[in-house]
């Protein structure tokens, strides 16, 4: 669903309120600074979960591969929309060496500051 079909006003907590998302009774009423829901949510909320969950199917997915360097891939392409740079296949390619570690870094990239809002 797009955020612009979610009910309004939201009900509270969701991930796009949370997040800065309108209440839509102001232009300006979202929020620029990271808050600690914000980061709970991210560490410990169902959108992370998804990544580990094993009847998910992105989790499914992800153990499914056996090379490590497609898991990096299938990673880069799934959360970021982009393969990653030589650079961050050398950096990261250690990380994939098991399932646990992947998934532990899959929650990792997915706190990067990659996905920081700049206006």
Same mark, same amino acid.
């Given at each position: 669903? @797009?955020?612009? /079909?979610?009910?309004?006003?939201? +009900? ?5 309120? /949370?997040?800065?998302?309108?209440? *839509? /009774? !102001? ?5 620029? /600074? ?8 991210? =560490? ?15 989790? @499914?997915? &992800? +153990?499914?591969?056996? !090379? ?6 299938? &990673?880069? =392409? ?14 990261? &390619?250690?990380?994939?060496?098991? !399932?646990? *570690?992947?998934?532990?870094?899959? +929650?990792?990239?997915?706190? !990067?500051? +990659? ?5």
């Amino acid at each position: 669903m @797009r955020a612009s /079909e979610l009910p309004v006003p939201a +009900r509270g907590g969701t991930f796009i309120a /949370e997040f800065g998302g309108s209440d *839509a /009774e !102001s232009p300006s009423s979202a929020h620029t /600074e990271a808050t600690v829901p914000q980061t709970l949510r991210l =560490l410990n909320g169902l959108e992370t979960s998804l990544l580990t969950n094993k009847k998910n199917s992105f989790a @499914r997915s &992800l +153990r499914a591969i056996k !090379s490590p360097s497609k898991r990096l891939d299938f &990673l880069f =392409l799934s959360l970021y929309s982009a393969f990653p740079t030589e650079d961050e296949k050398i950096a990261f &390619l250690p990380e994939m060496k098991t !399932s646990e *570690a992947t998934e532990t870094f899959a +929650r990792a990239i997915l706190t !990067s500051n +990659r996905f920081l809002f700049v206006q």
